[in-house]
């Protein structure tokens, strides 16, 4: 009995000691490799898209506090607002003891944080392998990988669905998607052009302009894309640029235009890139 | 010297110095959640108060003591009033350099090599951002050939700001994620300051400030005039250069560790002209106080106007020092 007794508190102990090295190791998108005794149950997050993609995961719990921009899932909107990447609130981003801080490259606020003693994990997402592999490394940062995959898989299968319902007359349509009036537009090596492609659509922009192009307003008119989409604000004023209304696209009224709410779904590179695809699809369905 | 004017000269150093020393305590009991004094003996006090708010609160008065001071020296040099910190391409060159920092990741392998593309961005954001002014600066004095010749120094100074300025336009455009990162840094923030930070920049202080006052007799011998000057036996070319090199090296470490903080440097020797009339020496010295006051001033109020949201300081200074000049303007209007 008394060795049956000793052996069950080793066999505990060692449980025990199991779970406590159970520690994090992961490298992060620097390249910089970042060890934590034990997954994080505090997270601030700096970037919108990070937010949703720890939320996906689970973890929305252990988010102690956002960027101002972060506004998805709802949970988080009730949650401590630390300014922006740019303007982020050192003082009480360390008041709120994080664990961990997720941010973007170029931040400065990064070798601040580093230096007060803060763990900091760079994440970058701007195609769709980015937002799967940031989905694998936040997985694997809560101490939950297997979550990554269903995540990831639901955002496949919500693509396939958007593809399907993809009217066929319209494959292969030549899209212009502006993401800033300046004109900015999405290119197709973008997350965002990657989409249209997954739905059997064609970019006017040559991927060799980069993934977010800044464009001459001369080179959609000669590009007469098939279809336009955008915020609602910016293609509502597209017919009245010079020399634009006489945009085919324009003409026939091929414009998707989406409202604040909506539009911000599209252009997060996140877990919502499969919702952004239905959303896309079912303008794209409605158009006559 | 009169005794009168001497009187208003210590008054001020007085003042400035007692405000000085309340805006730190005010600093340092200025935190994200307000005014909160309590914080002082909280038990995360040696992390949020000796960490974060004492090198935040010291670096804000050094920044703006260096700014104060540059501005003095440019306004000397330049003999006009209107002269400040970042005429001769030091701000254009930090945020050209900045921007190519930022923008290093998005445009390697398509316009840059991947290997200058990492080494912009190891350089950090404020080391490059110090190369860059100072870049800046000499840019002007070899298209200007030297500092003798104080108009030709001035214009090389505003080709340089223009051809610098649409340079990092050119960066912005082809890698517009560097955009919202640009806007920061020419806005100025106070908020990313550490020990780190405060010791640089007092060793900048400790050697600008000097230097300064030693060529405080060659502004006076400008203010007469060249011909004077040069009458009186100084080595002007030399000495001009000395003074272009101080310029340079204040901005430089300012704008690094905060960015493109408005105002402050324009608006500081004006009121110390105001307060208390003086030879350059004492202006160069005072205005750096002034600055620095004036930035700490600025700092705290930023932290306590919004909270627990900042607004960003250099908002705050502009605004400020705006308002000061209009007054000043209407003043002289009314006279």
């Keep these: 009995m008394r060795i049956t007794r000793w052996?069950?508190?080793?066999?505990?102990?060692?449980?025990?000691?199991?779970?406590?090295?159970?520690?994090?190791?992961?490298?992060?998108?620097?390249?910089?490799?970042?060890?934590?005794?034990?997954?994080?149950?505090?997270?601030?997050?700096?970037?919108?898209?990070?937010?949703?993609?720890?939320c996906a995961l689970g973890g929305c719990p252990r988010l102690v506090g956002t960027d101002r921009y972060s506004n998805s899932p709802p949970e988080v909107v009730a949650l401590p607002k630390l300014g922006g990447i740019d303007d982020a609130q050192v003082e009480r981003i360390v008041a709120l003891k994080p664990d961990v801080v997720l941010a973007a490259t170029s931040a400065r606020i990064i070798e601040r944080l580093e230096s007060l003693g803060v763990k900091v994990i760079v994440v970058e997402s701007k195609t769709h392998?980015?937002?799967?592999?940031?989905?694998?490394?936040?997985?694997?940062?809560?101490?939950?990988?297997?979550?990554?995959?269903?995540?990831?898989?639901?955002?496949?299968?919500?693509?396939?669905?958007?593809?399907?319902?993809?009217?066929?007359?319209?494959?292969?349509?030549?899209?212009?998607?502006?993401?800033?009036?300046s004109p900015y537009a999405a290119g197709p090596g973008s997350f965002i052009g990657e989409t249209l492609v997954r739905l059997g659509l064609a970019n006017i922009v040559a991927p060799?302009?980069?993934?977010?192009?800044?464009?001459?307003?001369?080179?959609?008119?000669?590009?007469?894309?098939?279809?336009?989409?955008?915020?609602?604000?910016?293609?509502?004023?597209?017919?009245?640029?010079?020399?634009?209304?006489?945009?085919?696209?324009v003409q026939r009224q091929r414009i998707c235009g989406f409202d604040p709410a909506h539009y911000e779904v599209l252009i997060r590179p996140g877990p919502r890139m499969g919702e952004a695809a239905l959303q896309l699809a079912d303008c794209l369905a409605a158009l006559r | 010297m009169n005794g009168h004017a001497r009187l208003l000269r210590r008054r001020l150093v007085v003042t400035l110095a007692v405000l000085a020393l309340a805006l730190v305590v005010a600093g340092l009991a200025a935190g994200s959640e307000g005014w909160s004094p309590a914080s002082l003996w909280g038990p995360d006090a040696p992390l949020i108060v000796g960490q974060i708010r004492a090198p935040r609160t010291l670096g804000a008065w050094l920044v703006g003591a260096l700014l104060g001071l540059a501005g003095a020296v440019a306004q000397g040099l330049f003999r006009n009033p209107l002269a400040d910190?970042?005429?001769?391409?030091?701000?254009?060159?930090?945020?050209?350099?900045?921007?190519?920092?930022?923008?290093?990741?998005?445009?390697?392998?398509?316009?840059?090599?991947?290997a200058t593309a990492s080494l912009l961005s190891s350089?950090?954001?404020?080391?490059?951002?110090?190369?860059?002014?100072?870049?800046?600066?000499?840019?002007?004095?070899?298209?200007?050939?030297?500092?003798?010749?104080?108009?030709?120094?001035?214009?090389?100074?505003?080709?340089?700001?223009?051809?610098?300025?649409?340079?990092?336009?050119?960066?912005?455009?082809?890698?517009?994620?560097?955009?919202?990162?640009?806007?920061?840094?020419?806005?100025g923030s106070t908020s990313f300051l550490g020990w780190q930070s405060v010791l640089l920049l007092g060793a900048g202080v400790l050697v600008c400030v000097p230097l300064a006052?030693?060529?405080?007799?060659?502004?006076?011998?400008?203010?007469?005039?060249?011909?004077?000057?040069?009458?009186?036996?100084?080595?002007?070319?030399?000495?001009?250069?000395?003074?272009?090199?101080?310029?340079?090296?204040?901005?430089?470490?300012?704008v690094a560790q905060s960015g493109l903080i408005a105002f402050v440097g324009l608006v500081a020797p004006h009121l110390v002209r105001r307060f208390a009339p003086s030879a350059q020496g004492y202006l160069l010295v005072v205005?750096?106080?002034?600055?620095?006051?004036?930035?700490?001033?600025?700092?705290?109020?930023?932290?306590?106007?919004?909270?627990?949201?900042?607004?960003?300081?250099?908002?705050?200074?502009?605004?400020?020092?705006?308002?000061?000049?209009?007054?000043?303007?209407?003043?002289?209007?009314?006279?």
């Design chain 1, 7 to 54: 052996l069950v508190s080793l066999l505990l102990a060692l449980a025990a000691f199991q779970a406590a090295a159970a520690g994090v190791s992961l490298k992060d998108d620097r390249g910089r490799t970042l060890q934590l005794a034990a997954p994080p149950q505090r997270v601030v997050s700096l970037l919108p898209s990070l937010t949703e993609s720890l």
């Design chain 2, 213 to 254: 006052w030693r060529l405080a007799r060659a502004l006076d011998a400008l203010t007469l005039g060249t011909d004077s000057a040069l009458s009186l036996g100084l080595a002007l070319p030399r000495l001009r250069l000395v003074l272009v090199v101080v310029l340079a090296l204040a901005t430089g470490l300012a």
């Design chain 1, 208 to 249: 060799e302009l980069g993934p977010f192009p800044k464009l001459n307003p001369e080179y959609v008119l000669r590009a007469q894309p098939d279809i336009l989409v955008g915020a609602q604000r910016n293609v509502g004023e597209m017919p009245g640029r010079p020399g634009w209304s006489a945009l085919r696209a």
């Design chain 2, 85 to 114: 910190p970042y005429l001769l391409g030091a701000a254009s060159g930090a945020t050209l350099a900045v921007v190519l920092g930022l923008a290093a990741q998005a445009m390697a392998g398509h316009y840059i090599s991947l």
């Design chain 2, 123 to 187: 350089a950090g954001l404020v080391l490059g951002a110090f190369l860059g002014a100072l870049g800046g600066v000499l840019l002007t004095l070899l298209l200007s050939r030297g500092a003798q010749h104080t108009t030709r120094l001035l214009l090389a100074g505003v080709v340089v700001g223009v051809v610098l300025g649409a340079a990092s336009d050119l960066v912005t455009n082809v890698a517009p994620d560097a955009l919202r990162g640009k806007q920061w840094f020419m806005l």
């Design chain 2, 287 to 335: 205005s750096a106080l002034m600055g620095g006051t004036l930035l700490l001033a600025a700092d705290v109020l930023a932290r306590l106007l919004i909270a627990p949201q900042e607004l960003p300081v250099g908002v705050l200074t502009a605004l400020l020092g705006g308002g000061y000049l209009l007054w000043l303007l209407h003043r002289r209007g009314i006279e």
């Design chain 1, 129 to 181: 392998a980015d937002v799967q592999r940031s989905l694998n490394t936040l997985a694997q940062l809560l101490g939950t990988p297997e979550r990554a995959a269903p995540v990831w898989e639901r955002i496949q299968r919500e693509m396939g669905e958007a593809a399907a319902r993809v009217p066929p007359q319209l494959r292969g349509q030549r899209v212009y998607f502006e993401v800033d009036a």
